[in-house]
């Protein structure tokens, strides 16, 4: 993409409504723009990187055989009357009327959606286990919604649900899921530490908050330093086999949330207690039979008595996921993606054009950049180099290959890697070879 042609509005001087890091740099990268209050439009770059981030959850989903399907954004009031939820969710329901009188209302969650789908399609034990998703706009009418697209109204999420027809089956479905959030989050480059959640009246330890470190995190969390120097990136679990050996092993060193954390516990780890802010950005919940009982998800279990459905919840904040990786991954001069997220892999600089031997040099660089399946922007526009610096650190892309004058002589063109800042001069061909590699 040529970057005279991309729409790409930065913004230098920092929005006063930017309360946050992420909020302030997203709106300079001219990633969003504001519609209304909590509720942003998603400009070309920010676009790619949520389209990116999506793609990642999806595949993780789709590893331990959750099957994606889309449900609607309004839902019949009916359904929640069914779970005694309607009139209890309070006033972030944003509650409205067709034009028949009929009570609906914009989603804040799917739990009575699916579980009906579910309910009226699966009869037997046979049918089971199964887990469904899907990747979906939510609407949430916080009072104060601030901190950019970290605390909106208008969200975009993935929900998967499992049924399962006993208990054990459910922890299985479980465990598929905290392995799969494990790989998600360290695909995006984050380090996500699950820490146990308050389970609310069901009970038990089957509630897990994934939260990355970040000093900007919005509450304080302590855990084993041990949990935040693993890379699950290139971890190889199998699992259909049996995985609570590996989540025992995993959870039982400590990590909490505000709400659950242990004084006495911390005081003995001493030096191995880490505390830092922390930023929520996937929550995993098993409720058992809650909806199920209510929503009718009875099948026949294997000696033909009824049986009703078990069910998990689990949730990553894909919108919220953009601005926490951004949280997490900055310096003074803007965002610094990681390679997996970044809009583009490389930004290629032309200093000087206008110039036919940089235009020259530039376009054909661009050309077989893109040939080689490098996704690559190209700043071409007329204008001083510092500014198409500061705008290439800005939005963060992983490279940049700049040629000017000097190296287009010597047969030569700079690279730069975003996150180190480190520079080096080397051919054209080697930039491609490492940039394609």
């Known amino acids: 993409m040529r970057l005279s042609r991309f729409f790409m509005p930065t913004i230098k001087e920092t929005p006063s409504e930017a309360q946050i890091v992420s909020h302030r740099l997203m709106l300079r990268a001219g990633m969003i723009r504001q519609s209304s209050a909590g509720i942003y439009s998603w400009l070309p770059l920010g676009l790619r990187v949520l389209r990116k981030i999506e793609q990642i959850v999806r595949e993780e989903q789709d590893a331990i055989g959750a099957q994606e399907m889309l449900m609607p954004t309004i839902q019949p009031a009916d359904l929640w009357r ?19 009188e009929r009570d609906m209302l914009y989603g804040p969650t799917n739990e009575e959606q699916v579980t009906e789908i579910f309910a ?34 208008e969200f975009l999420m993935k929900d998967a649900y499992s ?15 905290f392995v799969a959030y494990l790989k998600t989050f360290a695909r995006m480059g984050l380090t996500a530490i699950p820490m146990k959640a308050e ?15 970040a000093d900007t995190g919005e509450s304080e969390v302590a855990c084993h330093k041990d949990l935040i120097e693993t890379d699950w990136s290139g971890v190889d679990i199998d699992t259909a086999g049996d995985l609570q050996p590996f989540i025992d092993g995993f959870t039982e060193k400590y990590a909490a949330t505000d709400d659950e954390r242990d004084a006495k516990v911390e005081k003995a780890l001493g030096a191995d207690l880490i505390t830092a802010r922390g930023i929520e950005v996937g929550h995993i919940f098993y409720f058992g039979k809650k909806y199920s009982d209510v929503m009718g998800a009875i099948i026949t279990g294997p000696d033909g008595s009824e049986v009703t459905a078990e069910m998990g919840s689990y949730g990553i904040g894909v919108s919220r996921l953009t601005g926490a990786i951004i949280e997490a991954s900055h310096d003074d001069k803007g965002i610094i993606w990681p390679q997996s997220v970044a809009p583009f892999q490389a930004g290629l600089i032309n200093l000087k054009p206008g110039d036919s031997a940089c235009d020259g040099a530039a376009d054909d660089l661009y050309q077989k950049l893109i040939d080689a399946g490098v996704d690559v922007l190209m700043d071409d526009r007329e204008g001083r180099a510092g500014v198409k610096f500061a705008d290439m650190d800005l939005i963060g892309l992983p ?13 030569f063109v700079e690279l ?12 054209p061909e080697d930039a491609l070879t490492r940039l394609a590699g």
Do not use: C
């Not at 490279?399 to 047969?411: A, E």
């Not at 730069?416 to 051919?427: D, H, L, P, Q």
């Open 163 to 177: 049924f399962d027809a006993d208990f054990e089956g459910a922890k299985r479905s479980y465990n598929k899921q």
């Open 399 to 411: 490279w940049q290959v700049i040629i000017g004058p000097k190296g287009v002589s010597g047969g």
């Open 82 to 100: 069914r779970s005694e939820r309607y009139d209890a969710y309070g006033p972030e329901m944003l509650r409205i009327t067709d034009r028949h």
């Open 199 to 213: 389970s609310g009246p069901i009970g038990g330890d089957m509630s897990h908050e994934f939260v990355i470190l």
């Open 416 to 427: 730069k890697n975003r996150a180190s800042g480190e520079r080096e001069e080397i051919s």
């Open 120 to 153: 009226d399609a699966a009869k037997s034990y046979r049918d089971l286990p199964r887990t469904l998703y899907h990747i979906q706009w939510k609407f949430r009418d916080e009072v104060r919604p601030r901190f950019g697209v970290m605390r909106g109204r």
